[in-house]
């Protein structure tokens, strides 16, 4: 297990750099910061699913499952998240679109292995979130309700996710294709909000077990941290809903 969530780090890791990197290339080589075509997808997808790794392979270790699943999910979902970022990077290089680009058949073997693995990403996920749900996890005070919201949330932005990119195929499919590109844009909001409580939630409780307070005081903080970050994911869908 150990070498696993070693191999997961470091793959989260230079995700991450990666990330940082292109931030770089993106300050000399300038361009749209918006757009289907800019340096923020390998920017923000590096950063995104590198810190989503990490956070996973540490959350995934307070949940009551065996170690040898825990350790395969870990490497399968690593392996999918070098291919995400890979191919946005590849097509980001190229000058294209990653997503929802059916130009060439090149461009639709990308977009259509993105697609995939984000299916595969949606599955691996949510067999974690319910193992959160099926057994209490372990942890100090205030771990357990976070590490279950955490994952909750975090089914939102799989299913915002999913949403952006049915809508866009389908508009695709049917010969729209600036449209389908523009189509994702009010979804990105609760995606991006919702993607990574299950790494503040559960970092937050950590950090307050550090603390001297009781365990009713960081239990509550924690229950408060959880209430605004629902708040925040309500508002992201009602933002979405008004703008679709």
């Not at 940082?20 to 075509?37: K, T």
């Given at each position: 297990?150990?070498?696993?969530?070693?191999?997961?780090?470091?793959?989260?890791?230079?995700?991450?750099?990666?990330?940082?990197?292109?931030?770089?290339?993106?300050?000399?080589?300038?361009?749209?910061?918006?757009?289907?075509?800019?340096w923020r997808k390998p920017v923000t997808f590096g950063l995104s699913f590198g810190a989503t790794l990490i956070a996973v392979t540490w959350v995934t270790s307070y949940l009551r499952v065996g170690e040898r699943l825990r350790a395969t999910l870990l490497v399968v979902f690593a392996a999918d998240c070098v291919v995400e970022v890979g191919g946005i990077t590849?097509?980001?290089?190229?000058?294209?679109?990653?997503?929802?680009?059916?130009?060439?058949?090149?461009?639709?073997?990308?977009?259509?292995?993105?697609?995939?693995?984000?299916?595969?990403?949606?599955?691996?996920?949510?067999?974690?979130a319910v193992a959160s749900f099926r057994h209490r996890p372990t942890g100090p005070a205030g771990m357990p309700l976070a590490v279950r919201s955490g994952f909750a949330i975090l089914l939102v932005a799989l299913a915002s996710g999913a949403?952006?990119?049915?809508?866009?195929?389908?508009?695709?499919?049917?010969?729209?294709?600036?449209?389908?590109?523009?189509?994702?844009?009010?979804?990105?909001?609760?995606?991006?909000?919702?993607?990574?409580?299950?790494?503040?939630?559960?970092?937050?409780?950590?950090?307050?077990?550090?603390?001297?307070?009781?365990?009713?005081?960081?239990?509550?903080?924690?229950t408060a941290a959880v209430g605004a970050y629902a708040a925040a994911v309500v508002g992201a869908g009602l933002w979405a809903v008004l703008t679709y």
């Open positions: 297990m150990r070498l696993a969530e070693r191999l997961c780090h470091a793959t989260g890791l230079l995700l991450v750099l990666s990330g940082l990197a292109h931030l770089g290339v993106f300050a000399v080589d300038g361009g749209p910061w918006d757009g289907p075509v800019s590849l097509q980001a290089w190229r000058r294209v679109p990653s997503h929802l680009n059916m130009q060439t058949p090149f461009d639709t073997a990308v977009s259509m292995t993105l697609a995939v693995g984000g299916g595969v990403l949606v599955a691996l996920l949510t067999v974690f949403a952006m990119i049915a809508r866009g195929v389908v508009l695709t499919r049917t010969g729209h294709q600036q449209a389908a590109y523009h189509s994702t844009a009010p979804l990105k909001p609760l995606h991006g909000v919702s993607l990574h409580a299950v790494l503040v939630l559960p970092a937050l409780a950590r950090l307050l077990s550090r603390t001297s307070w009781s365990e009713q005081v960081r239990q509550r903080i924690v």
